[in-house]
């Protein structure tokens, strides 16, 4: 197992930026993949962003392509997703997520992002 904890949350006007940062530790040598996921109030969790671990090949959602830029950091153990020109329907809780094959099987508690308009 993995252990992920998510930072970087927070209130930001329609147009701003935010940097969330994702800090793995435990087993992380066995980590193929990590992503980011999103729940927006009444809806169910959907991808967001993901990036393999060993050589940053990514793939995003379509409603964040060209917005959103996830990364890593191999030394730090940590994952990015930089956000910009965000929108009040990107306001969700986010969350870290990590696995080793197809099963997501590690994930953050999340934190929340709020875009106001």
């Known amino acids: 197992q993995v252990q992920l904890v998510e930072s970087g949350g927070g209130l930001v006007q329609a147009g701003g930026s935010l940097r969330l940062s994702c800090a793995a530790s435990?087993?992380?040598?066995?980590?193929?993949?990590m992503g980011w996921f999103r729940q927006a109030p009444g809806k169910e969790r959907e991808f967001v962003a993901r990036?393999?671990?060993?050589?940053?090949?990514?793939s995003y959602a379509s409603s964040v392509q060209g917005r959103f830029t996830i990364s890593r950091d191999k030394a730090k153990n940590t994952l990015y997703l930089h956000m910009n020109s965000l929108e009040p329907e990107d306001t969700a809780v986010y969350y870290c997520?990590?696995?080793?094959?197809?099963?997501?099987?590690?994930w953050g508690q999340g934190t929340q992002v709020t875009v106001s308009s």
């Open positions: 435990g087993r992380t040598f066995s980590t193929a993949t």
């Open positions: 990036i393999r671990w060993s050589d940053a090949i990514t």
């Open positions: 997520a990590a696995r080793q094959k197809l099963v997501w099987d590690s």
